[in-house]
């Protein structure tokens, strides 16, 4: 403090440029801003989620997901163009989740073992050096599946949603043949890139196209889908069920294994 003009004035002194604490003031509420931001379209997709999925998508309307987000509806379409645009969120968002699964079994273990030399990819069949190495495939397999079946199970209510919309006659009608994109012969498809790339003998058949999608990917769908149901319905614990269909999945897996050879197609 100090005397200038017949008047005491208060004199602040800072440790560091007021360039940098200008900078940083404003930084630091810039990050609290997209912090708020981030929770607030988290509560709009999780409202959405929940909406959509117990009163249905037509059913329910922008304002009664900004209601149970307790969030303006301004602020709805400030991240999303509509209410079809958070739908397209949520098949995008399961998709990417899904095939990001998919690509870190694919990479540390297809990859890998063939790179190694203990599988080779043939047009009917995986086939194994030797039984050790069959063993070795099948035990990361079957980690792989309790993975996917536990994103399922966490995701089963988006899951739900995709069901109900591909009994309809709209737009969402085909969410679900989405996942047929990642069985596709061609370099978009990562999934079919990185394998073939690993051995030139890698295809998708038409045969193990549909296999993969009525006997592998829709009966985890309707797992996830139904299992609140179920689980009311036998009075079995999330636990319980879950290790039920995990299981019988391992029994129709090992049933295609013939010798050193996972069979693809029927003889």
Do not use: C
Request: no cysteine.
């Amino acid at each position: 403090m100090t005397m200038f003009g017949g008047r005491y004035i208060i004199i602040i002194t800072f440790n560091q440029p007021v360039n940098q604490l200008l900078v940083s003031w404003p930084q630091g509420e810039k990050d609290l801003e997209k912090n708020s931001g981030n929770d607030a379209r988290e509560r709009i997709i999780n409202a959405a989620i929940e909406l959509f999925s117990h009163k249905g998508y037509d059913a329910t309307r922008v304002n009664d997901i900004a209601n149970a987000a307790n969030v303006n509806k301004a602020l709805i379409y400030y991240y999303f163009k509509n209410k079809q645009d958070i739908l397209d969120y949520m098949v995008h968002s399961l998709l990417n989740n899904a095939v990001s699964i998919t690509m870190d079994y694919i990479n540390t273990n297809i990859v890998d073992m063939i790179k190694e030399g203990y599988l080779d990819i043939l047009p009917d069949r995986l086939h194994f050096v030797d039984d050790e190495a069959t063993r070795h495939f099948l035990e990361n397999t079957y980690k792989f599946y309790e993975r996917v079946v536990d994103f399922a199970i966490v995701k089963r209510d988006i899951i739900r949603i995709l069901m109900l919309e591909s009994l309809k006659k709209g737009k969402h009608q085909n969410s679900l043949f989405n996942f047929m994109e990642f069985m596709a012969n061609n370099e978009k498809n990562p999934i079919f890139k990185t394998i073939s790339n690993a051995d030139q003998d890698f295809v998708y058949s038409d045969e193990m196209v549909l296999f993969r999608f009525f006997f592998s990917i829709i009966p985890i769908v309707s797992f996830a889908a139904y299992f609140d149901d179920y689980k009311a319905a036998t009075s079995l614990s999330d636990e319980e069920l879950r290790n039920s269909f995990l299981n019988v999945s391992k029994i129709i897996t090992d049933s295609m294994i013939s010798g050193s050879d996972i069979l693809l197609r029927s003889k």
